[in-house]
């Protein structure tokens, strides 16, 4: 009975009748067997190179040899079962030649209904072939997610800064997926290779000596082969790196997409985007004619061969009978399926080849050394030994650090400054294990054991967030008490916090905490940190972006606190503290010109005395705040939304069959958006479709009637008419094809750019609430599914079609009465495919979702190595990416497997009408009814309609899975978009617009939706033209929403935001946007030049550019490098450091010109040093510049004209600086 089930996929069969009666979920697919867990891999990992890209797709069908034989075992009896039906249809046809009578009746039926049998057997054992080798094709990509995940845990931070974001995901994606069709492809190569052998061989046994003309033109494909490999190899790579390159600039403009929209460089990405993308689709171009030239080419091969075959053996005077032709008609039929794959062999073969190189030179890339021994779970103070540390960048002229010599004793403080550019981040990282030194060494003492390492854990200056919980964020994979996690939350001032989120813990913070102040992140990281509990603590200046009442907690309850027995090594820019560390280290160029306490720097190290005295002021100003202020950072959105336990919205599905306006839009746009150009190209796409079926069935029929009038032709004659119709055949099937793929393309780039202009149009909330990671998937796997698939699928199921149509014509016509059998039979099928296509699309759309969190996974962990590795979790990050791959692979597995399901009862159904058109045919010619070469011809015909039958509704059914890439796509490109204006002005705007800089805000009323609650309710006050105006107020205040209202973020359900007395809502956005000015907390640079991201509509001149940089005190920086302006800024910028990302901002901000700068706490994250050259240019360079400051610090507002205080939605205060007592702060703001 297993035995059965698993013959004929009966364990499908559960799913088929579940969806018979509701819209399937997850819950319903088939589990994943567990040889199939990413976990575990029944793969031969000994026998797999990883050295030679060649060597390596061979070694892993070698490794799944336990899957690849019995696969291939299936492949050759299918191929056996084929070959039986030549040999079948020559007796056939010869028993109906020599005419049917009572004596040869039964013989003639027999070997009618063996043709169909045979049918049946070929292609049931196919689709056993195809569930081995799509097992293992799931195997090799488990095999390689795992592997590329695991090595990317290791990457350095050099080498990850050398790949681009967008080139290691599809390492993961479409490498990963044409490396593992390597199985599929050297199984379908065999099997070409194989057939053609076979054929060869029953040709000379058919036609004898008349073979060899054909064997000598077959010889002619080699040299043909390897050149044609070695074109689709070059055009596929190309193909490739511009395809990364797109994903690169779309994964770093999604990820800073509100930087975008501040500055409206949304024309800029734009086309950025398109030229990568022009590219990309030019080399998809040229790569698909290629396909379809050598494709076209090897048919004609095929075609040409019969002809030499047929023209010799008449040549010598051999006798063409009906017998003999439809033999070889069967015979070159069989082969046209090899020689038609075979350029799309090579193109996958070549995919598989670039994939492979990619991939293998990736995991060849430097990884972090590896850290020798088990963390010390003891709890153990642990000292901290470094002795001639000396760290070098690669290519460096010199080294970043510069024999450094100190030691942290057990459960002591260690805090470390110095200016921008010093090295105290690479100490960090290098204390890590993220960078390699060249020289000296590190040690701990105190270990339980000396093979033990430290338990470390790790705060850098810009918090890692994942998207998940608070909880999860927390507990960081760690098991916590609920004691343990109240002491956190307390230590780390978030207790007050908690209380105002009513999910509490299970508040989602959302992707890099979108929802999260920059001081509310900070204290997440540090409560992670304390739930660790660990030996080490490294804290990369966290402080920065916390005001000073919290910081001052901060530093009692846990640094001092808590952690008063940990053994803390800290980067400060906060120099008040720094009497309360153990020890201080003054580094400068990568040296430690000074170490010791506090006092003993100010005694011994005039380096550090200056330093210190250049910053005395801010210090002394920061010594006495008190206030806690809050505010959010660029990356922010309002408060109110952490009263929804969820951010982040699930990914739309729909449900139900494909409608047919997503058909629809496809169709149209192969036509193209012109109304008259439209019907006319679809209507060639439809006439090229009935030529290509009907030329060819021209041709046959041709053979056939020759057959049947022999005596009133000359066969080379009859066969040079053939051949003149295959070439005419080949014609037409050419510029099918190119007109499909010209088609293709296009509809193709309509789609990616109407959706990327819907996506950079859509309102901010959008991306709060959606993961970058989903959208990637729209711009990578959905759009590849559309340039490359699609239009293939939609000309092979009109082509399709039209076989079947033309089959059942054929049938009809000469024997009508079949339409009895033919009738119930297709009202089978009908039932059939019913069954299948409505579990299949679910199936398929399950599939297509579940792949997004995996790809979102990856990419957050790529974003957060050092903090991964700092707390040891690689482990756990790896375990979170298996449950994301199990699931997705589930999906793949359940979808594959009802493909089979449905695919092995189909042969039943094409083989009745084979055996029910072989008994027809038979009793006609025993009755007379039909001529020879006739009876061969419905035959050959009823043989290939189950095959039609077969890939139609493969086809079908794939193309209706693939239209969800449609619905997918057609949903992001219409997005609601931000409203350019919402009201009309009195009179046109001025081009001089704003002149001044003045603001008036009347009773202001902002809600972020309909079922929320008024964030702004009814602020009013004005600011006036040239003046610097803070804003204080707490989390939740209502600071960001002003801010987000005054770039029109979000828009104002009543009042009216006014600048030189024009109200904002009558702006153009993009004018308004490019208006104003802003300088946000987080830093963010773009992939490309450092001109490139000061200017990025090329706008200024370089003398401009270059005032902007000396104004921001960058000039000299960027003087000393080789190329200038023209310097390579990688990445996110991670090239530079964070002081010098944030004096780039300033730069840019001051090119602008604005007469309106908001600046977003744009001190909160830098040294002193950075910050006193901010400080400097507000008040110098910004001089008659309005200036809106958000601030957490007093020090940071000092110098401003007057104070807005928001509480609640509402105006509090407007206030001097002066006038406003510390005690009101406290009382007003804590």
Not at 95 to 108: D, H, P, R, Y
Not at 237 to 248: G, L, S
Not at 800 to 818: F, H, R, T
Not at 1063 to 1070: C, D, K
Request: one cysteine or more; hydrophobic letters at 45%.
């Amino acid at each position: 009975m297993n035995f059965f089930r698993r013959l004929f996929f009966t364990e499908v069969s559960p799913l088929v009748q579940k969806a018979k009666h509701k819209i399937i979920d997850e819950t319903d697919l088939l589990p994943l067997p567990p040889d199939l867990d990413p976990r575990t891999t029944t793969l031969d990992l000994a026998k797999i190179n990883w050295q030679s890209a060649q060597k390596h797709l061979y070694s892993l069908i070698f490794a799944a040899r336990k899957l690849a034989v019995p696969a291939y075992l299936w492949y050759t009896a299918s191929a056996l079962f084929s070959l039986c039906t030549p040999v079948l249809v020559h007796r056939f046809v010869g028993l109906i030649s020599s005419g049917v009578t009572e004596a040869n009746l039964k013989e003639t039926l027999f070997y009618g209904v063996l043709l169909g049998i045979c049918g049946f057997l070929s292609g049931f054992a196919i689709q056993h072939y195809f569930a081995r080798t799509l097992r293992t094709y799931q195997l090799v990509t488990n095999l390689l997610n795992e592997k590329i995940f695991r090595h990317s845990l290791k990457l350095s931070l050099q080498a990850r800064q050398k790949n681009q974001l967008g080139d290691i995901v599809n390492y993961m994606g479409s490498d990963s997926e044409s490396v593992a069709d390597i199985a599929l492809i050297m199984a379908e190569i065999f099997y070409a290779f194989f057939m053609i052998i076979a054929i060869v061989g029953m040709l000379f046994y058919y036609i004898g000596l008349s073979t060899i003309a054909a064997v000598v033109v077959l010889l002619t494909l080699a040299p043909l082969t390897k050149f044609i490999g070695k074109a689709f190899t070059r055009l596929d790579d190309e193909m490739m790196k511009q395809r990364d390159h797109r994903v690169t600039l779309m994964t770093q403009a999604l990820g800073a997409i509100r930087v975008v929209k501040y500055f409206a460089w949304e024309k800029s990405v734009a086309k950025e985007v398109n030229e990568v993308r022009e590219k990309e689709l030019s080399a998809r171009r040229h790569l698909a004619r290629a396909e379809t030239y050598s494709s076209l080419g090897y048919l004609g091969v095929s075609t040409f061969v019969l002809f030499v075959a047929l023209a010799t053996h008449a040549w010598r005077g051999e006798k063409l009978d009906a017998a003999l032709i439809f033999t070889c008609i069967s015979l070159f039929g069989l082969l046209e399926g090899p020689f038609g794959e075979l350029s799309r062999l090579i193109s996958r073969y070549t995919q598989a080849l670039v994939g492979a190189r990619r991939i293998l030179a990736f995991l060849q890339q430097e990884e972090v050394s590896e850290k020798k021994g088990q963390v010390d779970t003891s709890g153990r103070a642990t000292g901290v030994h470094v002795e001639h540390l000396t760290v070098s960048y690669e290519n460096a002229a010199t080294p970043v650090l510069k024999d450094l010599n100190f030691t942290v004793a057990p459960g002591k403080s260690l805090a470390i400054v110095g200016p921008v550019g010093s090295g105290k981040s690479s100490l960090i990282h290098t204390l890590l294990g993220e960078i390699t030194s060249s020289a000296g060494s590190i040690t701990y003492s105190g270990l339980e054991s000396n093979a033990l390492r430290p338990k470390t854990a790790y705060v850098p200056q810009e918090a890692y967030i994942v998207n998940a919980s608070l909880l999860e964020n927390l507990k960081f994979g760690e098991d916590v008490s609920g004691e343990e996690l109240r002491r956190a939350l307390h230590n780390a001032c978030l207790d007050k916090d908690l209380k105002e989120w009513k999910a509490g813990l299970r508040t989602e913070i959302g992707e890099k905490g979108v929802n999260l102040s920059g001081g509310q992140k900070q204290r997440v990281a540090l409560a992670r940190a304390f739930l660790s509990n660990p030996q080490v603590v490294l804290l990369d200046d966290p402080l920065s972006a916390v005001d000073a009442e919290t910081e001052n907690l901060l530093v009692q309850r846990l640094i001092f606190g808590a952690w008063k027995d940990k053994t803390r090594i800290v980067v400060t820019h906060r120099l008040e503290h720094l009497n309360a560390f153990d020890q201080v280290i003054y580094l400068e160029d990568g040296e430690i010109k000074g170490k010791g306490t506090f006092a003993d720097l100010k005694a011994s190290c005039p380096e550090f005395v200056e330093f210190y005295s250049e910053h005395g002021k801010t210090q002394g100003e920061a010594e006495h705040q008190a206030a806690e202020v809050h505010a959010p950072v660029a990356e922010t959105t309002a408060a109110p939304e952490l009263n929804e336990s969820r951010v982040t919205e699930d990914e739309d599905r729909e449900v139900g069959a494909v409608k047919g306006s997503v058909y629809w839009d496809y169709i149209r746009s192969l036509g193209g958006d012109h109304p008259t150009w439209n019907p006319i190209i679809l209507s060639l796409l439809f006439l090229g479709a009935v030529a290509v079926t009907a030329l060819p069935l021209l041709q046959k029929w041709w053979l056939s009637y020759y057959s049947s009038h022999q005596s009133e032709w000359v066969a080379l004659t009859a066969v040079g008419i053939y051949g003149v119709l295959g070439v005419i055949v080949l014609l037409a099937s050419l510029l099918d094809n190119l007109f499909w793929l010209s088609r293709g393309i296009q509809a193709g780039k309509d789609m990616h750019d109407k959706m990327l202009k819907s996506v950079l149009k859509a309102p901010v909330r959008f991306f709060d609430s959606t993961p970058v990671g989903r959208i990637l998937q729209r711009f990578s796997r959905d759009i590849e599914s559309v340039d490359v698939y699609l239009q293939w699928s939609f000309s092979s199921a009109v082509n399709c079609a039209m076989q079947v149509l033309a089959s059942l014509i054929l049938i009809l016509g000469v024997m009508p009465y079949m339409a009895l059998v033919i009738a119930p039979v297709m009202f089978m099928y009908y039932l059939l495919q019913r069954d299948y296509r409505r579990p299949a699309r679910e199936v398929k759309r399950l599939d297509s979702i579940a792949r997004s969190p995996r790809y979102a996974h990856f990419k957050e962990s790529l974003q957060g190595l050092a903090v991964i590795r700092g707390f040891n979790k690689s482990d756990w990050f790896l375990q979170n990416f298996y449950e994301k791959l199990a699931h997705s692979q589930r999906m793949f597995f359940s979808h594959y497997m009802l493909n089979r399901w449905f695919s092995s009862r189909i042969p039943m159904v094409g083989g009745l009408i084979s055996v029910a058109t072989a008994i027809g045919v038979t009793l006609s010619a025993h009755y007379g009814l039909i001529q020879a070469g006739t009876a061969g011809l419905v035959t050959m015909y009823s043989l290939s309609f189950w095959a039609f039958l077969n890939w139609g509704v493969r086809i079908f059914a794939d193309i209706e899975s693939r239209m969800t890439s449609i619905e997918r796509l057609k949903f992001f490109a219409n997005l609601p978009a931000e409203k350019d204006t919402l009201i009309s002005l009195p009179q046109p705007l001025s081009e001089t617009w704003p002149e001044k800089g003045e603001i008036e805000v009347q009773d202001l009323q902002v809600r972020y939706a309909t079922h929320l609650p008024l964030v702004l309710k009814g602020i009013t006050f004005k600011v006036q033209a040239g003046t610097r105006v803070g804003i204080i107020g707490r989390t939740g205040s209502g600071k960001s929403t002003f801010f987000q209202s005054l770039f029109r973020f979000v828009e104002a359900e009543q009042g009216s935001i006014a600048i030189d007395s024009v109200n904002i809502a009558g702006v153009p956005l993009e004018r308004l946007r490019r208006s104003l000015a802003i300088i946000p907390q987080d830093p963010t640079l773009f992939m490309g030049t450092i001109r490139n991201n000061l200017d990025r509509y090329n706008e200024y001149t370089d003398g401009e550019v270059i005032t902007a940089l000396k104004h921001a005190s960058m000039w000299e920086f960027v003087d000393t490098l080789p190329q200038s302006l023209n310097s390579v800024v990688t990445e996110g910028g991670l090239n530079l450091s964070q002081g010098q990302r944030q004096l780039l901002c300033l730069a840019r901000a001051l090119l602008t010109e604005a007469k309106v700068i908001v600046m977003d706490e744009a001190t909160a994250s830098v040294d002193v040093q950075t910050d006193a050259i901010l400080q400097k240019v507000i008040r110098e360079a910004f001089s008659g510049v309005t200036m809106l400051i958000i601030a957490h610090r007093l020090g940071t507002i000092a110098d401003c004209d007057q104070i807005v205080e928001i509480s609640a939605g509402t105006v509090k205060s407007i206030r001097k600086p002066h006038e406003i007592s510390q005690k009101e702060i406290e009382e007003s703001l804590v």
